[in-house]
Each structure stands twice: as C-alpha cells, then as structure tokens.
C-alpha cells in the first residue's frame, strides 16, 4: 500500500465526508491514524522514504495489518514495520486502553446476565456475539496487566496535591450501590501535572480516603506544600491525619456552592455570590479579611446564617494567598479535577452500571492513564522557576 509522503489529507476525503456524513468516519480514521503512524515510524528512523543518512536508526519494513474493535466500528489498520524491529506506534496505542476497558465493562455485564436489551446490543456489536467468561477473564487479566503497574508505580515530589471524588453505579450482591472513586492528581517540581492515583470502594468515609493517602506516601508522595479538595467529612479527617501541618485550600468553587444554601432568598443569590468572588479575588491576604469582615457585617441582620457561615468557612479558602500571584486561580480550585472527572463520566455512562468494582476501577484507570500522559507529555501547567 501507498501513501503521500507530505501526510496531508487530500481534498478528495474532505468531499467524501461531506457526501457520506458519519459513515465515513470509521475510514477517515483509518486513514488518519495510518498517516500518523508512518510519521512517527520516520521519525523514529531518522529519515524520510527513500534518503540515505549516516544517522539512519534502521530500515522500513513494509506494513501488517491489524483490525481494532472500537465504538465506531471495527477497522483494519496498516502497522508500520522496522525490519530491527523495537518499534510500535504509539498513535494506534495511545486511547485504546480505555476503549478495551469499557468493552470489558459492558461483556462483563453480558456474560453475567445482567445487561438489558441495549448493553447486549452494544456489547454484540463491539465484541461480537460469542463473548464468554473465560474470553472476559483473559481480557481482563491482560488490561490489568498494564493498569495495575500503572496503578501502583513510585511517585516523587509533587507541590501542589488535588483531591475529588466522584460516583459510579456498581452491583454488588445482586443490589446497585453507589461507588465511590477517589482521584488525586498533583504538579511536580517541573511544572508538569500527572494523576498520581485512583481507588474505588463502597464510600467516601474516612477510612477510604486514609487508605488512598497512606497508599500514595507508600508509594514515595513527598514534598507537598498545598492540599487542595472539597470540606468532605471523610476526606478532610483523613487529610489530617496523613498530611498533619500540610497547608490546606478549600475549593472556592464548591464554596460558592455551599454558600447558596444559607441564602434566605433567591433574589440575593447573586449579590452574595459576587460579594465572595469579590473576597476571593482580593490582591492579597489582608484585603481580603477586610472585604470578608465587611461582608460579614453587611449580612448579620438580613441573613444572620449566612453572615455566620462566611465568618467561620471562608477563611479556609483563604489559603491560596500564600503563594505565588500567578499560582493562584489554578490552586484555588479542584475544577481542573472536575474535567477529569466530566470526562470519566463521559466514558463510563455507556456501561451506566458496572458488574462490580474491579470492572469501575480498570475502566476509569485506563481513562486516566490517558489523560495523565498527555498531561506530562504536554505544556507546562505552572511555572516554578522564579521561586
């Protein structure tokens, strides 16, 4: 098979698209991923087809077609070979974890008899009808093969630490019970954000998130200057005993929401909402205990509730004024979390009801291995090199 060597898409596909629509996708991605792939197989060579260079790193060899089962359809890709071998493209690679994990999920649930009419549908259509228990054990102990190492690799230093959690519906003992999946992500010395961990359980106590945090410093967390999460009960007990004297920054986002809940009246809703974010995007520590003392006074008649509730939490997302100005509107808040988690939910609404935890736990790991490799694979997230 021939391709162009500039790896451009002719105009001849983009008309394609627009005549067929949606059912030339699963051929456009062919030929997209075919092309990535011959890019990274130059590069790793060193040359383009056809030159000759000292610095040659080996030598094409052709190309083996291999069909990947995705939710678009199946197709067959063309593999770039080396004749020395040692390569493999990561553009086939690279999503296809998360892609085999929720199959995974949705034959787990076939094979179990648990599935309606519409997971068996989907679950025929992306694993064929003749899905079976010892075909789910093998996929599983494969996937896991890379998950688990994954899971419980060493980590270093990490300056700033986020917690959230999330929850997904799980079986358990022929009841669906609510999941929860605790997700904790840093910013390294270097600038660069990676997810340190995940781990599901049948709730948010505290001994769920103690665990996750024991497990994290086991495996080698160190060096974290500021803890940011939500006021959970469970979390923050647990934050205090594993992390006692590590600097805390309460979420300002999910303050402004808990807020709301004092509020005696839905016509004020919005002026207190823009009297916090005035607090919260104070220059500096002591403006903002000013404007908060102020606020404070301004509500102590006509909502005395909330006039207590903002003297006695919004200190605590206060925090972010003890670091660097042009720090600040990324550690305020878990919202960088939040993506994280919109994205999971993305990914795990297909199979909306897992057959059991490991079956949560490897398809929302494969969906943050993803992301987390193209976080440290990617621009720097914040600079530390004036401080």
């Known amino acids: ?38 890019v990274e197989r130059q590069k790793h060579l060193g040359v383009g087809p056809y030159e000759r260079s000292a610095e040659r790193q080996g030598h094409s060899n052709g190309f083996k077609p ?38 995974l999920a949705l034959a787990e649930m076939y094979v179990q008899g648990v599935s309606t009419r519409k997971v068996a549908a989907i679950t025929e259509k992306l694993c064929g009808s003749g899905v079976s228990s010892t075909q789910v054990s093998r996929a599983a102990a494969m996937l896991d093969e890379v998950l688990e190492p994954w899971r419980n690799r060493p980590l270093g230093a990490v300056i700033y630490l986020y917690l959230d959690a999330l929850y997904e519906k799980v079986r358990v003992d022929g009841q669906v019970r609510d999941a929860a999946v605790l997700i904790a992500s840093g910013v390294k010395p270097d600038g660069k954000r990676l997810i340190l961990g995940v781990s599901v359980s049948l709730g948010e106590q505290e001994l769920h998130w103690r665990e996750f945090l024991l497990s994290l410093v086991e495996r080698g967390l160190n060096g974290v200057e500021l803890i940011i999460s939500d006021a959970h009960v469970g979390l923050q007990a647990a934050r205090k005993a594993v992390f006692s004297g590590t600097l805390w920054q309460r979420c300002q986002f999910h303050m402004q929401q808990n807020a709301s809940q004092y509020v005696p009246r839905q016509s004020m809703k919005r002026e207190v909402a823009a009297d916090i974010r005035a607090i919260f995007n104070s220059p500096d520590r002591d403006q903002a205990e000013v404007q908060l003392r102020k606020t404070v006074g301004k509500y102590a008649q006509s909502a005395s509730k909330l006039a207590d509730w903002l003297e006695g939490n919004i200190p605590e997302g206060l925090t972010v004024f003890s670091f660097p100005e042009d720090h600040r509107r990324r550690i305020r808040t878990v919202n960088s979390l939040e993506r994280v988690c919109l994205e999971i939910r993305r990914r795990t609404r297909v199979a909306r009801i897992f057959s059991n935890e490991a079956s949560c736990l490897r398809l929302v790991s494969a969906v943050l291995t993803e992301i987390s490799e193209t976080w440290e694979t990617g621009k720097i997230y914040l600079s530390f090199e004036r401080y």
Do not use: C, H, W
Not at 83 to 103: C, D, I, T, W
């Open 1 to 38: 098979m021939t391709y162009q060597d500039d790896f451009t898409l002719p105009t001849e596909l983009l008309e394609q698209v627009a005549e067929q629509g949606l059912d030339f996708i699963p051929e456009l991605v062919r030929i997209v991923v075919n092309t990535a792939m011959q």
């Open 66 to 103: 291999k069909t990947v089962t995705t939710r678009i359809a199946p197709i067959t890709f063309d593999i770039p070979q080396v004749r020395e071998g040692g390569f493999y493209p990561k553009a086939l690679e690279k999503g296809l974890r998360s892609e085999r994990a929720l199959m």
